[in-house]
């Protein structure tokens, strides 16, 4: 079986060698999303919990593009550079996914993230057939 790359005008498009996403196998993996409005191709303003919610948006719609949804994540993997910013993160978490099909999660600390922001997210799901 072979890959299927995904594309969608809904999500930031690619600065480099790396797609939005991936489907193998039967499940999507998709590059790290940050606060990047598609529209306008910048980082939005706003505060710190916004910025989670245009990074959950952003995967939305990649997974739909793939045939998925949030439902199917199976994996998160969330990069912070300030750990300070947890409680926040929880927050959007638990007001984005159901509790009963929440999904496992790592979240590091890092030094630094594109274009300066503060939060990256990736995931992997299970594609619908």
Do not use: H, W
Request: aromatic share 6%; with cysteine.
């Amino acid at each position: 079986m072979g890959k299927k790359i995904i594309k969608t005008d809904k999500a930031p498009l690619p600065v480099g060698a790396y797609n939005q996403g991936v489907v193998a196998n039967g499940l999507i993996f998709t590059a790290g999303q940050i606060a990047i409005d598609p529209s306008t191709g910048k980082l939005i303003e706003g505060s710190f919990k916004d910025r989670v919610n245009q990074v959950f948006d952003n995967l939305e719609n990649i997974l739909q593009a793939a045939e998925s949804d949030m439902t199917n994540v199976v994996k998160f993997t969330v990069f912070l550079t300030n750990l300070k910013n947890y409680v926040d993160v929880n927050e959007v978490f638990n007001s984005r996914l159901d509790e009963a099909i929440s999904p496992a999660r790592s979240l590091v600390e890092v030094s630094a993230l594109p274009v300066g922001t503060d939060v990256e997210i990736e995931c992997v799901a299970i594609v619908n057939e």
